[in-house]
Structure formats: structure tokens, C-alpha cells
């Protein structure tokens, strides 16, 4: 059993940044991959960035690519997203989940376990 609680999201204007995290508690942290996904109202859940279980790994989509950094501290059973240059279009509830196995990481599917999500609004 997994447990994932997301914090940091908000309100923020065009341009500004934030920083999701995302703490986890339960089975080894440090064996398994990450990913961080959104979901936008009346849309689908969709792939943000993903992180291997050293961190030595990152995809990112396309839509994403360049402003947004996913990052872990093992140590603190912790990833990161740090979100920057946002856009109203990354408006959604962004949610963490945690991979025990392989598979499309870019795919819900694949991840066993999700945090509840946080709201991060950005407004023009």
C-alpha cells in the first residue's frame, strides 16, 4: 500500500511559478517510478512528467517541455514539480502516482496508486 498527498498547488497569475510536492509513505519510495498528470475540467487525465526511480530519468510532454522540472529527494520520500512560465491552459487538478511496475509512462494505466490531487489555477 501506497500513500501520496499533494500539496503546493494555488492560485497564480500568468507567468508566475509554483512548486508541487508530492510525500509519499508506505512501500519503498526510492524502487519505483513517478509520474505527476492533470486534469482539466470536462478533459481527460493527462501525462505531465515522469521520473525514474533514481531520478537519473525524466520525460516530460510536449506542452510542458521547458517550463516544468520534475524532481525527488529518496531520502525524503518526496517528488517535485516545479512549474514555471505558467499559462491558464495548465489550469487542473494536478495529481502524483506512483509506477510498481513497467508499462507507457505516459499512460494512467500503468500507475498503481494516486495522491488525491491539488488545484492549481492560473489566471491571464
Known amino acids: 500500500q501506497v500513500l501520496l498527498v499533494e500539496s503546493g498547488g494555488g492560485l497564480v497569475q500568468a507567468g508566475g511559478s509554483l512548486r508541487l510536492s508530492c510525500a509519499a509513505s508506505?512501500?519503498?519510495?526510492?524502487?519505483?517510478?513517478m509520474g505527476w498528470f492533470r486534469q482539466a475540467p470536462g478533459k481527460e487525465r493527462e501525462f505531465v512528467a515522469f521520473i525514474s526511480f533514481s531520478g537519473g530519468t525524466t520525460y516530460y510532454a510536449d506542452s510542458v517541455k521547458g517550463r516544468f522540472t520534475i524532481s525527488r529527494d529518496n531520502a525524503e520520500n518526496t517528488v517535485y514539480l516545479q512549474m514555471n512560465s505558467l499559462k491558464p491552459s495548465d489550469t487542473a487538478v494536478y495529481y502524483c502516482?506512483?509506477?510498481?511496475?513497467?508499462?507507457?509512462?505516459?499512460?494512467?494505466?500503468?500507475?498503481?496508486?494516486w495522491g488525491q490531487g491539488t488545484q492549481v489555477t492560473v489566471s491571464s
Open positions: 508506505g512501500r519503498t519510495f526510492s524502487s519505483h517510478a
Open positions: 502516482a506512483v509506477r510498481l511496475y513497467g508499462g507507457d509512462y505516459r499512460a494512467t494505466s500503468e500507475y498503481d496508486y
